[in-house]
């Protein structure tokens, strides 16, 4: 697609490696919204290196901070979300099967003859249960599809069962990433994964470099089921400023008129939004302008749907910027991304951190 | 226990107008308390000094009960009325309502209403009133009525009342009060208000107190009524831990603690996941830097109509575990 | 203040945009207030010293946001697709003149001709994401040049008198609140008093909140235009409020149940002035005083509101004897003060 704004470097074949090895690692670790816990010792063991210190908020957030050392200094606030949707089991029934409730928006359609992971003492696998048609009733297949008339079948008896798993115990996706044609990857969880690979890049970026802010980084829990662990550790890091990352539907041929406007390939999407800050929003995109990073924009007024609520109303108000990455499939096991464009917003965020360089933004 | 159930299901304590059962509850605490202020909202904060000051157990029962807010009153005397918190229409009408200065009348439907055309219109109150001005005397719009207090003993120790969504979780807080020989953290009594309209006032108490820990007495559906379905929780299967709600995904340092806590005091417990429905552990939960949040639910059949039911073996249940907590703390 | 009330309502300013009626409001409070200050969100929170302090915190509320409109996508045709800003029905913006950005450039909000229309189309509305606006360009590079994603705008300014007495313009909810606070500001007060103008009420009240974290007042008046349900063929009980009756008073709405004691007293002042009130007879909408009550550690809050007809459309109608009992009220009770209330 013909870019906006042309690329300064050569496409590194090295930056792109590693941030396919990042999504693999990240999407790979079980967090499922509220159980956060499950996953938390993998990402502390993947991440603690890039950070000062970290800790463990009690709604399940993970929390870095970097110190820029300078007396005085600002807060830079980077968060993506590191809880995935999922399901709750709420019924072990006779035969081995599950009864779940979902958590966080899940489409039914895409579940029946899915793979599961369920998450109680020891890990199993499992099955969506799909009707044969001899079993369905007239009409039934033209009804919309009700998770309540669904199970998980984990070939176990009822009395294994319930050694293993308890009512409460979490259930994952199971997927594994793969490439596509091109740097599109296809994997499960890249809401939110993608966005933490493209902060752990920025880092990257940012290694060894003189930070004229101190950054802190929330891989916050809880957005899937209403933005629980952003609106929390918002509120201890209590920080000056904000860029929240999370992914953006990309325009596919049946979408409104307007998601054209989002494509994948064409860089991160800065938003407009009364959600967002707009001064601070107009300097993300001159940075992306003067460094000749793509980028897109969006418009979205009333609601974005991620976090940059819950972390600009924090406090006192805390002026936030929200950059998405688009792509396809959402809350699927086989979400769609290209890896230029988690490239493209790893440089606009070391880019945004570093542009702090002599005083404050003065924004409101 | 079944004292403080009739006394609080008996007072007057809609959405919004809390003060009558406040001031009853905070004479059944006060002896037990070492202070207790009132917050802007009308929250009632008991607070009690535990053995470790580092940490605030913060546990909450809302006072607040739905009802019937006056918008118009007729020219015949009909009055016409809105719903306070989530009313259903059904399960209220034909009943006897009361007003907060004691009138008395009747809630009823637009006789011509198709049972699919019912909805909040075609509700009134008629209070034997003639005319307009003989009403006005009585009452006048924006008052507040609720459902007259209904309290009957049945079978299996088995009690129904109206309003036992939350006073059962004000009266199980108390009792705990009462029951508790030592205090692990400071421990913060929140009698909360407006929990009916989106947990409201436990919003302001959780941010005063910001506690470490909390948990919340509220009722959960039974899932063992005749039609309901998908709902694991039994009347009278045990105090009721609960996992989730629509409002929130209960911590699961709490869930783990009060399980713990259950089986160490042999106390019969069940698990909880309800798909609809919020409580004041969400609020609790987010407060500024946010905290460990849980709740203990009281299976509770017909809740949100004037004959809700509980197995007083379950309320037992729940203010035992309530008082192992208080006690022993989060390990 | 009708003159004030015109420059206000004429303002682009819609939710996240507040620049414009910012700067005025500034300029018109600025030889009269102790201290002002801008939070970095944009929230403006004036602060004017009285003869006495209070030992209840006192703020009134105006909210400085309309609603409006945002660009979202340019098309290779030069039409232009949009979201609104807040809440509006999509029913009242078909075939209106809008005017967009710093630069107020003016569009159409397309409206198709009935002509051109199928039979299965006729009465019914068009989604918001199928309508588009028309500037006046005939492909995507000369739009481009005068509009980009991200643009504001609103609805035409359009301030006039109507009928005998009458007041119609876009956006008097709630540039009617802030000028009458601006006008209260002009005089001496009896007690210290906050002055808010927030931004954002209209997506969520998001700049209430803020303001209430930071000055953590006790009393809270919001000064609001609420809907008024009295046009032909609507029945008396379900008029929520009328025009002509007066300033109104909330004892609950969508988001707010307002505390009972402060209803009673702003009922007992207005009595006693001889002050025309009514109260509202319907629950429904909501404004920020919910923020403020649910804020921090929480407040007490009340809510006095003009009557508006068509509100959350290019046209709202207010009477011009309804605004000035309000500020009769508003006057009052200031000068009465909160100290038993």
């Given amino acids: ?364 | 226990m079944h004292n403080l159930m009739k006394k609080f299901t008996s007072a007057f304590s809609v959405t919004g107008d809390e003060s009558e059962l406040r001031n009853i509850i905070q004479d059944e605490i006060a002896a037990f308390a070492d202070n207790i202020t009132v917050d802007p909202m009308g929250n009632l904060i008991v607070f009690k000094k535990g053995e470790n000051s580092d940490k605030k157990l913060m546990l909450a029962a809302h006072m607040d009960e739905i009802g019937f807010v006056v918008t118009y009153i007729e020219d015949s005397g009909i009055i016409r009325v809105s719903n306070v918190g989530g009313i259903h229409i059904v399960h209220s009408s034909f009943h006897t309502v009361r007003f907060k200065n004691g009138t008395t009348g009747v809630l009823c439907i637009d006789s011509d209403t198709k049972p699919e055309d019912i909805k909040m219109g075609k509700l009134f109150i008629d209070i034997g009133a003639k005319t307009k001005k003989e009403a006005e005397k009585k009452v006048k719009i924006g008052d507040i009525c609720a459902v007259t207090p209904v309290f009957q003993k049945l079978l299996n120790n088995r009690y129904v009342a109206k309003a036992l969504d939350d006073r059962i979780g004000c009266a199980i807080l108390v009792d705990a009060a009462r029951n508790s020989k030592k205090f692990a953290y400071d421990t913060y009594y929140v009698f909360t208000v407006q929990e009916e309209v989106g947990c409201r006032g436990s919003k302001t108490a959780a941010f005063t107190i910001m506690p470490d820990y909390a948990v919340a007495l509220d009722v959960t559906t039974a899932g063992d009524a005749p039609g309901e379905k998908n709902l694991p929780v039994k009347l009278g299967g045990g105090a009721a831990i609960k996992i989730k709600d629509n409002s929130v995904i209960c911590s699961k340092v709490i869930v783990d603690a009060l399980t713990t806590l259950a089986e160490k005091n042999k106390i019969e417990y069940q698990y909880e996941v309800l798909l609809m429905g919020g409580t004041d552990t969400s609020s609790m939960q987010l407060a500024g830097a946010g905290c460990a949040a849980g709740c203990i639910s009281i299976p509770t059949r017909y809740i949100h109509s004037p004959v809700e039911m509980v197995d007083m073996a379950d309320v037992k249940g729940c203010s035992a575990l309530l008082t192992a907590l208080i006690e022993d703390g989060i390990k | 203040m009708l003159d004030r009330l015109k420059n206000y309502c004429n303002c682009i300013s819609p939710s996240g945009c507040e620049d414009e009626i910012r700067e005025l409001i500034i300029n018109d409070i600025k030889d009269y207030t102790t201290s002002y200050e801008v939070d970095r969100m944009g929230n403006l929170i004036a602060f004017k010293k009285g003869k006495k302090t209070p030992t209840k915190k006192i703020l009134l509320s105006a909210h400085m946001d309309e609603i409006g409109f945002m660009m979202k996508y340019i098309s290779d045709e030069g039409y232009i697709y949009f979201d609104i800003i807040g809440g509006i029905d999509p029913r009242v913006i078909g075939g209106r003149r809008i005017s967009i950005g710093k630069n107020k450039t003016t569009g159409i909000i397309a409206s198709k001709a009935i002509h051109l229309q199928k039979a299965n189309e006729k009465g019914i509305c068009v989604p918001i994401e199928e309508m588009y606006i028309d500037i006046g360009c005939t492909d995507r590079i000369s739009c481009e040049k005068v509009i980009s994603v991200g643009d504001y705008a609103t609805f035409q300014p359009n301030f006039e008198a109507l009928g005998d007495n009458f007041i119609k313009s876009k956006a008097l909810d709630d540039r009617f609140g802030c000028a009458l606070l601006v006008e209260i500001m002009q005089k001496e007060l009896e007690y210290d008093t906050y002055f808010a103008f927030p931004i954002c009420e209209e997506v969520g009240t998001d700049g209430a909140k803020e303001i209430a974290y930071n000055f953590r007042p006790d009393i809270v008046i919001v000064i609001e235009a609420t809907t008024a349900g009295d046009i032909v063929d609507a029945p008396k009980a379900r008029h929520a409020c009328d025009l002509r009756s007066g300033a109104v008073i909330s004892h609950m709405d969508g988001g707010t149940i307002y505390d009972k004691q402060l209803v009673e007293f702003v009922k007992k002042t207005a009595e006693e002035n001889k002050i025309k009130y009514q109260i509202k007879n319907v629950i429904a909408g909501g404004n920020e005083a919910s923020a403020y009550q649910k804020g921090a550690s929480g407040a007490r809050v009340i809510a006095i509101s003009a009557p508006t007809r068509y509100i959350h459309s290019a046209s709202n109608v207010v009477y011009n004897d309804d605004l000035f009992e309000i500020k009769e009220l508003v006057s009052a009770l200031l000068e009465r003060g909160f100290e038993n209330a």
């Fill in chain 1, 1 to 364: 697609m013909k870019r906006k704004y042309p690329r300064n470097y050569e496409r590194n074949e090295k930056y792109l490696e590693r941030l396919y090895e990042l999504a693999c690692k990240l999407t790979s670790i079980p967090a499922v919204s509220g159980r956060e816990d499950m996953g938390m010792q993998q990402l502390a063991e993947l991440c603690a290196g890039y950070f000062d210190n970290y800790e463990i908020t009690p709604v399940g957030s993970f929390i870095g901070r970097i110190n820029c050392g300078k007396e005085g200094a600002k807060t830079l606030l980077l968060d993506a979300h590191f809880d995935e949707i999922g399901f709750m089991v709420t019924e072990i029934c006779d035969g081995g099967f599950l009864k779940v409730v979902n958590v966080g928006g899940i489409d039914p359609r895409i579940l029946s003859a899915s793979e599961v992971l369920i998450h109680g003492k020891i890990t199993i696998q499992g099955i969506f249960t799909s009707k044969p048609p001899h079993l369905q009733e007239e009409g039934e297949s033209s009804k919309p599809m009700k998770l309540e008339n669904l199970a998980i079948d984990t070939c176990y008896t009822k009395q294994q069962l319930e050694e293993i798993v308890k009512i409460g115990t979490p259930v994952s996706f199971r997927s594994t990433v793969e490439r596509l044609q091109g740097d599109y990857i296809v994997g499960k969880s890249f809401d939110d994964r993608i966005c933490i690979s493209a902060i752990l890049r920025a880092l990257e970026l940012l290694k060894g470099k003189d930070l004229p802010v101190n950054i802190a980084v929330q891989f916050s829990g809880g957005e899937e089921i209403g933005y629980k662990g952003a609106t929390t550790s918002s509120y201890r890091i209590a920080p000056d400023y904000a860029v929240v990352l999370d992914v953006t539907n990309a325009y596919v041929p049946e979408a409104p008129i307007y998601r054209k406007g989002i494509k994948t390939g064409g860089g991160g999407s800065i938003s407009y939004s009364a959600q967002t800050n707009r001064p601070l929003t107009e300097k993300a995109v001159a940075i992306a302008k003067e460094n000749n990073i793509p980028y897109q924009l969006f418009a979205e007024p009333n609601k974005t749907g991620t976090n940059s609520n819950a972390v600009q109303t924090s406090r006192g108000g805390i002026p936030t910027v929200l950059i998405s990455i688009p792509l396809k499939n959402m809350h699927t096991a086989n979400e769609i991304v290209t890896l230029s464009d988690v490239l493209e917003v790893s440089r606009l965020v070391s880019e945004f951190a570093l542009s702090f360089q002599g005083g404050e933004i003065n924004v409101g």
